[in-house]
């Protein structure tokens, strides 16, 4: 049953504030980060060929050059799909990296549906699996979405 008290104090609600309430309530409620403190990303994305071919199911994981950021950390990180391409994530799936410069480390395991998880021996032999000890780096800069192009890794 409709409360004909409140429609009459509606009634009354100057119309002059509903075009005051209408912009700061878009802007207090519609512009709000997803997670505090987020830095902005770039998208990035590529390939990682084994043995010149593509690999499906590589981890690709960022580690930030100067170490981790202890005031806002963040883990960025993605998979190759069946043709060895993959999108960096950090927030949301393919958002893309932080600014910043980062080393790669690659690991290749069987994934489990079921746990959702990785395991088994890394079929890269840990060759790709440390940071202090990786080629691979990428810098990040404010501009338009990255592709890091192919990259090749090797199992001998």
Not at 21 to 26: K, W, Y
Not at 49 to 75: E, F, K, R, S
Not at 82 to 107: K, S, V
Not at 119 to 132: F, T, V
């Amino acid at each position: 049953m409709i409360d004909t008290h409140q429609i009459r104090s509606l009634e009354r609600f100057p119309s002059g504030l509903w075009l005051w309430f209408l912009p700061v309530s878009l802007l207090v409620f519609g512009c709000q980060t997803r997670y505090p403190n987020e830095k902005r990303c770039i998208p990035v994305t590529g390939e990682v060929y084994v043995d010149g071919q593509p690999a499906a199911g590589v981890l690709v994981a960022c580690h930030p050059a100067g170490g981790i950021d202890v005031n806002q950390p963040t883990v960025t990180q993605g998979i190759t799909n069946a043709q060895g391409r993959f999108e960096l994530t950090t927030y949301e799936a393919g958002d893309g990296a932080p600014l910043g410069e980062y080393r790669l480390t690659f690991t290749w395991q069987d994934f489990k549906v079921l746990s959702a998880s990785f395991s088994g021996p890394d079929k890269l032999k840990g060759r790709y699996d440390d940071a202090e000890k990786s080629d691979i780096r990428l810098t990040v800069v404010e501009g338009k979405p990255m592709d890091l192009g192919r990259i090749e890794l090797a199992t001998q």
